[in-house]
């Protein structure tokens, strides 16, 4: 069975550092690996998409990077600002589980002014 | 739609009694997700729809609750008998096709409490 793990749970640094965040998973049978943004009372923003083919995905300040033989991505938000405030989770789609998504539990991030 | 639509935003039940949650994925996708997000634990898959095939079941927790698509569009997630563990979001996601490498779309959510 497939198990997603988020360390760590929580995290505050201030205005300016990099951000990275870590995500394992158990079962290297992925379809691909997503990072999701979320907000207090919000859905999920969906942030960056990775291929089970590919090393790394970047998109602006954020950039992901997957080594699917190790069962590890890691996240990073460059010179973060208070805006980033949020929990990140991320997500795996399995080769055999008809494109269902399995979640880690998430970080919650506080980037202080 | 601009995005993944879902209503109500916020219920207020009474134990016992049926709900229904409604969602309107983006125009066009055809796979549609309802995933459950209780306070402080992860998402929990509860049932997928893929254009015309039989829907994947597998995460509904139990035999009270069913979910329908209709049309390919809109889906309705149903709890009949409410329990007070069914307090949760109710988050609805939509992709584009069977593309697995096409992201999914979240809506806001419907919190669900029961009293």
């Known amino acids: 069975k497939q198990e997603v793990t988020q360390i760590p749970a929580a995290l505050s640094v201030p205005e300016g550092e990099n951000l990275v965040l870590n995500c394992s998973f158990t079962?290297?049978?992925?379809?691909?690996l997503q990072w999701f943004r979320q907000d207090p009372g919000k859905g999920l923003t969906s942030l960056l998409l990775i291929q089970s083919s590919q090393r790394e995905q970047t998109s602006g300040r954020l950039n992901a990077s997957l080594d699917k033989s190790s069962g590890r991505s890691t996240l990073y938000i460059a010179a973060s600002q208070p805006g980033d405030s949020a929990t990140y989770l991320c997500a795996v789609t399995m080769t055999d589980s008809w494109g269902k998504l399995q979640f880690g539990a998430g970080t919650q991030v506080v980037v202080t002014p | 739609g601009a995005g993944v639509s879902q209503s109500p935003s916020n219920k207020v039940t009474e134990k016992g009694k049926d709900v229904e949650l409604r969602c309107d994925p983006i125009s066009g996708h055809t796979a549609l997700y309802w995933y459950r997000q209780s306070l402080g634990q992860g998402l929990e898959f509860l049932i997928y729809f893929q254009g015309n095939s039989a829907p994947d079941k597998s995460g509904l927790p139990s035999d009270r609750f069913s979910a329908e698509r209709t049309g390919g569009s809109v889906s309705t997630l149903t709890i009949q008998r409410t329990q007070q563990e069914d307090s949760a979001v109710y988050l609805c996601?939509?992709?584009?096709?069977?593309?697995?490498?096409?992201?999914?779309?979240f809506g806001n959510g419907t919190r669900l409490t029961v009293t």
């Open positions: 079962d290297s049978a992925i379809y691909n």
């Open positions: 996601a939509s992709r584009r096709g069977a593309l697995y490498n096409s992201p999914l779309h």
